[in-house]
């Protein structure tokens, strides 16, 4: 998954037509709907997805994703599946890809603030990539992250704060439901890589400004973060590129710096996604 998701991040701007997401609010909470249609992957498909933040407490799942894919020749509809485990997978493999090229090769320390699913995809995928030797969790309950700590292992401790779990950090994941900035500048070690997932609406933040403004910023879609990143839009940092343009060559990657990676998530990475599912199925 990480290394397919490396050749779309270096496709994207080349030869798909995808939109940002398209936000519907139902009361307090969101509808996404996520188009695209890749040319070079020929696969034509669209996520629905329900963010219900407060369904954490109901004990519901806090997405719902369904994946429609489409033959590209003729509309009609060749899938319907699942997209709640596709959307943890592939956010983790994006952030993955970010992390390889940005984060020092020797971090050795992950901080995970947030303990649900995409905590525990962004440790499964980045564990492919590191040998942490320390992996420390903050989340709202000390008992959900004592209970992603020991499902974790030794390596792993529960914090009771966030400053505790990422001040000796090398990289460091924010996985919230926060509004508001629960990472602080004052406390991220120089030359640390953040990986910035939550937060993906434009008046939501999870990462302070001045951290965004005095890291080296990177995003998976310049469009999606000037249209759906409070982080972004409302601390007023720079851009530098798309994690697509490093892997390609065409920007550096300031892997001795302190390093941010903005993702909201781009519709193509569920659409590839979906299409390697229907691969897996026609050859079982
Ligand atoms: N960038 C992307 O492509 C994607 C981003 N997301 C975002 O990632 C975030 C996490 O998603 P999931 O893990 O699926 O949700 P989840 O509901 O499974 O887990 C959220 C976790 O964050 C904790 N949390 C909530 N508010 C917090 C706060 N203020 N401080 C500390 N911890 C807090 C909760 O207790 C829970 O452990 C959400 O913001 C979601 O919208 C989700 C899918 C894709
Ligand atoms: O890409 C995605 O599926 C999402 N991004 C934020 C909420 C869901």
């Known amino acids: 998954m990480i290394s397919y998701i490396y050749m779309i991040l270096i496709y994207h701007n080349d030869c798909i037509k995808y939109l940002t997401t398209v936000a519907i609010k139902i009361n307090l909470w969101f509808l996404g709907v996520m188009p695209c249609f890749s040319a070079h992957e020929h696969v034509l498909a669209t996520k629905l997805v329900a963010f219900y933040p407060t369904n954490y407490d109901k004990g519901l799942p806090t ?21 709640e485990v596709i959307t943890n997978l592939r956010t983790a493999a994006a952030s993955a890809v970010a992390t390889k090229y940005l984060a020092n090769p020797k971090s050795q320390v992950l901080a995970i603030i947030g303990a649900g699913h995409q905590a525990r995809s962004h440790h499964q995928a980045l564990s492919t990539l590191f040998n942490f030797t320390e992996v420390n ?10 209970k992603l700590s020991q499902e974790i292992g030794s390596t792993a401790k529960a914090c009771s704060s966030v400053e505790e779990a990422v001040k000796r950090a090398d990289i460091i994941v924010t996985v919230t439901f926060s509004k508001v900035p629960v990472l602080f500048a004052k406390w991220v070690k120089p030359g640390a890589h953040v990986n910035a997932v939550g937060a993906c609406r434009p008046d939501w933040q ?21 249209k759906e990143s409070g982080d972004v839009i409302l601390s007023k940092a720079e851009v530098y590129a798309e994690v697509g343009e490093v892997v390609n060559g065409t920007k550096e990657a300031f892997c001795e710096k302190t390093t ?17 599912v229907l691969a897996k199925l026609r050859t079982t």
């Not at 941010?260 to 193509?268: D, E, I, Y």
Request: hydrophobic share 45%; glycine share 8%.
């Open 63 to 83: 997405h719902m994703a369904t994946l429609m894919v489409f033959d590209p020749e003729n509309g009609s509809l060749k899938a319907i599946m699942d997209g």
């Open 137 to 146: 969790i903050y989340s709202r309950t000390l008992e959900s992250a004592e």
């Open 206 to 226: 999870e990462i302070d400004p001045d951290l965004m403004r005095g890291s080296v910023l990177y995003v998976d879609s310049r469009e999606g973060a000037m």
């Open 260 to 276: 941010v990676f903005k993702s909201l998530g781009m519709a193509v990475e569920d659409a590839v996604s979906a299409n390697l």
